[in-house]
Every structure is written in structure tokens, then in C-alpha cells.
């Protein structure tokens, strides 16, 4: 059982950027793929980046250029570095893992296997 904990959300003024972590509870990030998925209010849930083993990453078109997934298997941390922010990515951000080494499509693979609670990015104008 893998418990996820998401951090560093807040409001910042657009143009701004700020880093989520994700810690996990155990060492998974040499054997999981990994991913942010975000929603909005009144929105579907969807992709916004991922990781797999080997270190090839998914980005959505909107975010691609702007944010950055990276991790510290010693740390045992998963990040989401967001540069340039903009209204529209205000959001509750979720940091998700699945057992599998990789996904084809994990930007579109709602059902990982731990989420987090999630961690909220507010973005003003």
C-alpha cells in the first residue's frame, strides 16, 4: 500500500511560479510511473504531466514549455515545477502512481493505482 502526500499549492499572481512535491510513503519511484492530473471547478479531471521508469515524460498541449515533471528517487519525491502561470491553470493538482513501468497514454489514464488528496494552485489576473 503506497500513500501519496502532495505539497506547496497557494495563490499567486499570474506570470508567477511555484513547485509541487509529491512525497510518497515508501520507495516507489524507480518501479512506478508517475503523473499530475489536475481539476478545476466544474471541470473533468485531466492530465497535465508524467514520468515513467526509463524517464520519458507526457505533458499536456497547454502546459507544455511551462511546467516541468522531474523526481528524486533518493528523496523519494515527485515534482511539478510551474513557470508562467496563468489563471487558467488554477486548479486542485493530484499526484498519482501506477504499478505499471509504462503507460501509452498517461496523460488519459485516469485509473492509476494511489492518488493523493491533492494540493490547490489558485491563480489571480
Known amino acids: 500500500q503506497v500513500q501519496l502526500e502532495e505539497s506547496g499549492g497557494g495563490s499567486v499572481q499570474a506570470g508567477g511560479s511555484l513547485r509541487l512535491s509529491c512525497s510518497a510513503s515508501?520507495?516507489?519511484?524507480?518501479?512506478?510511473?508517475m503523473g499530475w492530473f489536475r481539476q478545476a471547478p466544474g471541470k473533468e479531471r485531466e492530465g497535465v504531466a508524467a514520468?515513467?521508469?526509463?524517464?520519458?515524460?507526457s505533458y499536456a498541449s497547454s502546459v507544455k514549455g511551462r511546467f516541468t515533471i522531474s523526481k528524486d528517487n533518493t528523496k523519494n519525491t515527485l515534482y511539478l515545477q510551474m513557470n508562467n502561470l496563468k489563471p487558467e491553470d488554477t486548479a486542485m493538482y493530484f499526484c498519482?502512481?501506477?504499478?505499471?513501468?509504462?503507460?501509452?497514454?498517461?496523460?488519459?489514464?485516469?485509473?492509476?493505482?494511489?492518488w493523493g488528496k491533492g494540493t490547490l494552485v489558485t491563480i489571480s489576473s
Open positions: 515508501q520507495y516507489i519511484y524507480t518501479k512506478h510511473c
Open positions: 498519482a502512481a501506477d504499478r505499471s513501468k509504462r503507460i501509452g497514454n498517461p496523460l488519459y489514464y485516469f485509473a492509476m493505482d494511489y
Open positions: 514520468l515513467d521508469t526509463d524517464g520519458d515524460t
